[in-house]
């Protein structure tokens, strides 16, 4: 079993920078695919960023150039570097993870968050034009 507790974020204005943090404890031994997801109040479930633990990030467009995701792998810890805010990044941001031992599967474009076994408890991010 894996426990995620997130931290970070808040509120800040249209192009300030947030981070969050998604701290991993528990069974953490092994590869894992880790990520962010945001829900926006009323919408889908979108997927922000994704990265494998031996590394190969990807991204959606509209964050690609201002979020970096990253990992220490030493404190178990996984980021999300928010800059140049929009309001649109606005949304409860969650971090997922799973066991995957795969990293060229572990993408954006492939990984189903519904699917993730693990994660935060969420933590809101608001950004004010």
């Known amino acids: 079993q894996v426990h995620l507790v997130q931290s970070g974020g808040g509120s800040e204005q249209a192009g300030g920078s947030l981070r969050l943090a998604c701290a991993a404890s528990g069974n953490t031994a092994g590869s894992f695919c880790m990520g962010w997801v945001r829900q926006v109040s009323g919408q889908g479930r979108e997927k922000v960023a994704f990265?494998?633990?031996?590394?190969?990030?990807t991204y959606i467009d509209s964050v690609k150039g201002r979020f970096t995701i990253s990992q220490d792998n030493a404190n178990n810890t996984l980021y999300l570097q928010m800059n140049s805010l929009k309001p649109e990044d606005t949304g409860m941001y969650y971090c997922v993870a799973e066991l995957w031992r795969d990293r060229n599967l572990c993408k954006i474009s492939l990984v189903d968050p519904g699917k993730f076994r693990y994660r935060g408890q969420g933590t809101q991010v608001t950004v004010s034009s």
């Open positions: 990265i494998h633990s031996a590394g190969h990030a």
